[in-house]
């Protein structure tokens, strides 16, 4: 599942791709990726002859602007995009291409169909779902250590159920929380109001650093988000404890264990991150 420094590459790519572009038309293979409007006919409509004048991110979305619009796109597990010739052949699990008027289209192909797009009028995404009640965004110069300390407080719930709570803090999914808590030698289920104050200073730090760090190496996804330009986060980044459970601890060499946290596999060192 594409994290933020993974969104953050495709959104970096698709700027590179597809700015300026104009669309002629829209053809929507599968109706449920698009949830807003309800129509997909309306959807292709009021997408024909705009122009994309960039991509930006917010937490694990992309903000698609057109002049006046807004398509707001989740890949959720696998989703991506790629950037075609008219002329190239379609590839199965194809669900939504936009066709510009300079013979080039951009293709979302979506194997597993989880994925979401939702159009809006220009300003709207933000007051609406999905992005309205999205927390803060962890490479912001707002997201502080003190702004980790007051989103932590009085918290009974583990750490690693709040870091990946979307509500609080944005883009961080179950592989960077993993290796941010080894980081920041935090046991992922300690209560999060528990935290000293220079463990969160830690995690703080760990959070920026690994999140900073993976877009530099251009997203540590284990498949690639994007396919316009081939090797789109293809590189595995050096990952410390996510996917190494049985493997001797980069710092300490003891054994990386893997449990279950609010449902979702979790990696840690059980010397370096002691409960
Ligand atoms: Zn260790």
């Not at 008027?101 to 080039?104: E, L, Q």
């Given at each position: 599942m594409p994290e933020l420094p993974e969104v953050e590459t495709v959104k970096n790519t698709l700027n590179l791709l597809i700015k300026d572009k104009i669309i002629d038309h829209v053809s929507v293979h599968l109706a449920r990726i698009i949830q807003r409007p309800d129509d997909i006919e309306e959807f292709s409509f009021l997408l024909a002859g705009h122009t994309i004048q960039g991509v930006e991110r917010r937490g694990k979305f992309l903000r698609i602007l057109l002049d006046g619009l807004v398509l707001v796109s989740h890949l959720r597990m696998e989703g991506r995009y790629g950037l075609f010739s008219s002329q190239d052949p379609v590839e199965k699990h194809t669900h939504v291409i936009f066709h510009f008027?300079?013979?080039?289209e951009l293709r979302y192909k979506d194997v597993r169909q989880f994925g979401t797009m939702h159009l809006f009028g220009a300003g709207e995404e933000l007051i609406n779902l999905p992005l309205s009640k999205l927390g803060i965004e962890p490479l912001d110069e707002s997201f502080t250590k003190e702004k980790l300390k007051m989103i932590l407080n009085g918290k009974k719930t583990k750490i690693k159920s709040v870091l990946l709570n979307q509500v609080y803090i944005v883009g961080i999914g179950n592989i960077y929380v993993d290796e941010s808590l080894f980081k920041a030698g935090i046991h992922p289920e300690l209560n999060a109001g528990s935290l000293e104050d220079k463990q969160i200073e830690k995690l703080h730090h760990a959070i920026v650093n690994t999140l900073s760090e993976s877009i530099e190496a251009g997203g540590s996804s284990i498949k690639s988000y994007v396919n316009g330009q081939g090797e789109m986060g293809m590189f595995q980044q050096q990952l410390q404890v996510y996917g190494r459970q049985g493997k001797p601890c980069v710092k300490c060499s003891a054994l990386i264990e893997k449990t279950v946290v609010g449902g979702r596999g979790t990696h840690f060192c059980p010397k370096c991150q002691e409960i």
């Open positions: 008027n300079d013979g080039t």
